[in-house]
């Protein structure tokens, strides 16, 4: 991606990353990643394993340092950047506590250190999760634990909430409580929230801009939308799918019997889609998740 100033004249800019790079030895975990996240939307951070999501989230937050590029977090470099952090809040599976820590210690913590953080949510949220606060946290189930870290994110209200998958433990009840109270309370007091997640289609009608990693770089950088409209599938019988198929960037082509179906990267034209309808093709959706997959699936040896 181009090397782009930071544009920092623009208030709508919350965090800006250009050229942003982390080595680990001669490994790039990220990779030259340049991107804008803008204020009051949700962020779907997305990308297989060990694709660089957590890291670019550390940068981000300043929990780790940059090798090479730089990043500003509302206007100003995060790294031990007392004035910025308080307005961010990251919240990450797996978060450790002191082991005498009981739930009510953690969110006590969270009431003092966060600026903007509502008690009445909180323990309205409590209540949603069936979360015991006076149970030692070690002593919670990997639920359970999971719940305190979205309790503590959305009751946080902070301008810039991340949260990295602190949701894998939940069922799916749970989570899709979590998806609920996200949306209403984002809608009451919009924020930027960014969530890095596996479970592409569970979030897909919740984030409206998408940003995928892979192997460290950034391969898309859209509005939800958009990226949904680039692709479709072709299904029909196997020869007129190929001839219509035919010069079109093709992302993945499966064949069952008499029936074949091809994902092309395109935008159709009403004349094209009268030419596969004249040939008894199908042209049906994508799913974000459908297409992340053929776009990032890599070949057999090619891990990181
Ligand atoms: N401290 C470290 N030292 C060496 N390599 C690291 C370190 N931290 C991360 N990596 C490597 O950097 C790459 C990106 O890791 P990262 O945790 O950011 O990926 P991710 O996209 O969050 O993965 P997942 O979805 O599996 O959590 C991985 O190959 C990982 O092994």
Known sequence: MDFVEHDLADPDVVISARGLTKRFGTFDAVDHVSFDIHANRIYGL?????????????????????????????????FENARILERVCFIKESQKYPDDFKVKHVLSCARDLLPNWDEDFAQALLDDFQLPTGRRVKKLSRGMNSAVGVIIGLASRAPL?????????????ARQLFYDRLLADYAEHPRTVVLSTHLIDEVSDLIEHVLVIDKGRLLFDEDADTLRSRALVVAGPP???????????????ETLGNLARTTVETELSEADRSTAQGAGLDLEPVSLQQLLVRSTTTKK???R
């Open 46 to 78: 997305l990308g297989r394993n060990g694709a660089g999501k957590t890291t670019v989230m550390q940068l981000l937050t300043g929990q780790t340092i940059e090798s090479s590029g730089d990043v500003a977090v509302f206007g100003e470099r995060p």
């Open 161 to 173: 909430t991340f949260f990295d998958e602190p949701y894998l433990g939940l069922d799916a009840v």
């Open 239 to 253: 020869r007129a799918v190929d001839e219509f198929t035919a010069g079109r960037t093709v992302l993945h082509r």
């Open 301 to 303: 040896g090619d891990a």
